[in-house]
């Protein structure tokens, strides 16, 4: 069974930087997408970045790019996400999600395995 976990995650000031990090386990860490997505209340999850675990193709929202750094320790089996720069926008749960082969990030539905979430909170 495919466990993934996010750590990190808090409360800062517009402006500030957070580092999220994401731990898969239970399965091979190679020849998937390892993804980022956000959720705000009652709104649908939005995809923030993803990275193929093998080659190591990037993908980012339009939102983040420039802010937000995606990147891997594949001998860890995680994924990190790096935000600089964060504004009051950016508050949402931040999930971490895996699926075999390519990465869709606009599509959270083609993700099969999901984190618990960790909120990210920034303030004006």
């Known amino acids: 069974q495919v466990l993934v976990q996010e750590s990190g995650g808090g409360s800062v000031q517009d402006g500030g930087s957070l580092r999220l990090s994401c731990r898969m386990s239970?399965?091979?860490?190679?020849?998937?997408?390892m993804g980022w997505f956000r959720q705000t209340p009652g709104s649908q999850r939005e995809g923030v970045a993803a990275?193929?675990?093998?080659?190591?193709?990037?993908h980012y929202a339009d939102s983040v790019k420039g802010r937000f750094t995606i990147s891997q320790d594949s001998a860890r089996n995680t994924m990190l996400l790096e935000m600089n720069n964060l504004k009051v926008e950016d508050t949402a749960k931040y999930l971490c999600?895996?699926?075999?082969?390519?990465?869709?990030?606009?599509?959270?539905?083609?993700?099969?395995?999901w984190g618990q979430g960790t909120q990210v909170t920034v303030s004006s």
């Open positions: 999600a895996a699926r075999r082969g390519s990465c869709y990030l606009h599509s959270p539905e083609a993700y099969t395995d």
């Open positions: 239970g399965d091979a860490y190679s020849g998937r997408c």
């Open positions: 990275i193929r675990t093998t080659g190591g193709a990037i």
